[in-house]
């Protein structure tokens, strides 16, 4: 997944609903945890999935991993949207991630715990 990532002074605030929508889902997943990072995707048909990190002895995945996840075990042909809430921003591998389900035009929301914008990506 590659595309322009916005700087800090030229912030893009989300205004679409649903983007507004997995923002907050994201953000509920993580006050529900003790994980540090919570993410939720949205699919081409509109639904959305969320999940947390997994952090067991066995099995280690990134939150954006756990949410594709999840919607590629619903059926899920592509993505719309993701929406990262944490201290960090998405990684190299959760960009692959991304991008291997993908879609036109995946919009990728970074936001800390607050809800502020840290980074808007895009494919």
């Known amino acids: 997944m590659t595309g ?5 002074g030229e912030l893009v605030q989300p205004t679409d609903p649903e983007d507004l ?3 907050a889902l994201a ?3 993580l006050a529900r945890s003790n994980t540090g990072e919570a993410a939720c995707v949205r699919d081409a048909d509109g639904r959305t999935y969320a999940g947390v990190r997994v952090e067991l002895p066995h099995l280690r995945l990134s939150a954006i991993s756990v ?3 999840m ?3 619903s059926g899920a042909a592509g993505l719309e949207a993701v929406a990262l809430a ?3 921003d998405p990684g190299d591998d959760d ?3 991304i ?3 993908g879609g036109p035009a995946v919009v990728v929301w970074s936001v800390d715990p607050a809800g502020s914008v840290r980074a808007r990506i895009e494919s």
């Open 86 to 88: 944490g201290s960090d």
């Open 99 to 101: 991008a291997d389900l």
């Open 67 to 69: 949410a594709v996840a």
């Open 95 to 97: 960009l692959a991630v």
């Open 71 to 73: 919607a590629v075990s």
């Open 27 to 29: 953000r509920a997943a």
């Open 21 to 23: 929508k997995i923002i």
């Open 4 to 8: 322009p990532c916005t700087e800090p």
